[in-house]
């Protein structure tokens, strides 16, 4: 009998408000990382901590990742959360994949600030029976301590999940007997910000090398990011 392959997949959720090199280049580094077989971008509709009207059009939103990624067979674009419609839910969504694929290994890819507030998030005691969680480390180079982040990490899980939790060196990641592993990240992700490249463009500031140039262009002819912020 042949054996069938098992996905390794990453969910890559966010607003993408606009999606810059930092996105890109941080992804192409997690899948040479963790060997997926591909990413999946997911941008959302309304994200449960962000006003709706300080967001892009879901459209246009959409439109600038599916431009981002043209060059690379395994990114994708998925469309549930802007379908789904209403606040985002990362517990929805998470569901829904595990439902499509059902021969596929997950891996949630978010950021350090974002992990340590997972608190926060919907049916969040859930999550870690669900699905592994890939964290970045915080790009800004002035808070970027990857052991003091590892250690903030650690003491979150333990308090905030479950104390089980445990770090292995060998693995970079916090596992636990019963629930879904958390991996560190140990990547060097761009410095780059959303809300500064939609400051720049309102400033008539140059950001090619921030973004693509099809992006920046995208932003030109569509006249975003002109409105206060």
Not at 59 to 76: C, Q, S, T, V, W
Request: no cysteine.
């Amino acid at each position: 009998m042949q054996k069938i392959k098992i996905l390794k997949i990453g969910l890559f959720g966010g607003t993408f408000d606009p999606v810059h090199l930092g996105h890109i280049k941080g992804a192409l580094q997690l899948k040479k990382k963790f060997a997926l077989d591909k990413i999946i971008f997911i941008p959302a509709a309304i994200p449960p901590h962000k006003q709706p009207s300080t967001i892009t059009n879901a459209k246009k939103r959409l439109d600038m990742l599916h431009i981002a990624i043209g060059n690379y067979p395994y990114f994708e674009v998925s469309d549930i959360e802007i379908k789904r419609d209403g606040i985002s839910y990362s517990i929805d969504t998470i569901n829904y994949f595990i439902s499509k694929y059902q021969k596929a290994a997950f891996f949630f890819i978010t950021g350090f600030d974002a992990f340590i507030e997972l608190h926060t998030w919907k049916s969040y005691k859930k999550l870690l029976d669900l699905i592994q969680f890939i964290v970045m480390a915080r790009a800004s180079a002035s808070r970027s301590d990857p052991e003091a982040m590892k250690t903030e990490i650690s003491n979150y899980l333990k308090k905030r999940i479950d104390s089980e939790y445990k770090f292995f060196k060998s693995k970079n990641a916090y596992l636990h007997p019963q629930k879904k592993g958390v991996f560190f990240a140990d990547i060097l992700p761009a410095d780059i910000s959303s809300t500064n490249i939609r400051l720049a463009v309102k400033k008539g500031e140059d950001i090619t090398g921030i973004v693509t140039e099809k992006i920046a262009d995208y932003i030109k002819k569509n006249g975003l990011y002109l409105d206060p912020v």
